[in-house]
């Protein structure tokens, strides 16, 4: 039995039945008899745990959750309490300063948005530590990518922050028909946030767009 946000369970609990998911189960189960996993057990449905399904107003999509020991709580970009923010989280936290003039954090925890309804959905649940996109071909994908699909079909005036190439694949995913804003940047990486991810002022737009609909905008602190 998968425990899930009810919210969540009611959209997605035809899944757990599927194949592909009685596979990735199995697959996961075998995974940790040889390798460390990341995240904790508790935390791999983190992001839907922390963001109920009837309080999403904005979505931010991420490959894989961090590999190294202590990192990983179960939101795309977001830390454990304690651990230094990695460089794309940093990236992130400039671009906030930057854009909204929010003061730069010592804290890496995300777990503050993801209660105001940002969901810090990552592509792949789980990794083997030490080697980053490894459980990228067990199943997860489809099941986060009809997370996206549902999630898209349910709601209306979503955010979607697109951050690089991987993610912004994801935007066939997106009913164009419920009048989503969609917001694409490179990915926050050292390597690309020069590009244009620094500038893209995705937070105030986010907001903006949010305010337009009557929705309560979102604080962006972490």
């Known amino acids: 039995m998968i425990k899930l946000d009810p919210t969540w369970f009611e959209l997605l609990q035809d899944q757990f039945d599927m194949p592909y998911f009685q596979h990735l189960k199995q697959t996961l189960i075998e995974e940790k008899k040889k390798f460390v996993i990341y995240p904790p057990g508790s935390k791999i449905f983190a992001a839907l745990d922390e963001c109920p399904l009837d309080k999403v107003k904005a979505v ?28 794309s989280l940093v ?27 940002v969901l810090l959905l990552n592509a792949s649940l789980t990794v083997r530590a030490h080697q980053a996109a490894s459980h990228s071909q067990i199943g997860w994908q489809q099941f986060t990518d009809t997370i996206i699909q ?24 997106i009913s164009p028909h419920r009048g989503h804003f969609v917001l694409e940047a490179p990915h926050p990486s050292p390597l690309s946030a020069y590009r244009g991810f620094f500038g893209c002022k995705h937070f105030s737009r986010a907001n903006a767009f949010l ?12």
């Open 150 to 173: 549902r999630l898209s079909e349910r709601k209306e005036n979503l955010v979607f922050l697109l951050w690089g190439s991987f993610a912004i694949r994801k935007k066939t995913l």
């Open 60 to 87: 931010i999509i991420g490959q894989d959750p961090y590999h190294n020991p202590g990192q990983a709580n179960g939101l795309c970009f977001s830390v454990a309490d304690g651990v230094a923010p990695p460089p």
């Open 91 to 117: 990236n992130i936290f400039t671009e906030l300063h930057d854009d909204l003039n929010i003061p730069m954090p010592q804290n890496g925890n995300l777990e503050k948005w993801a209660r105001q309804g």
């Open 211 to 222: 305010k337009s609909k009557g929705i309560a905008e979102i604080d962006w602190t972490p």
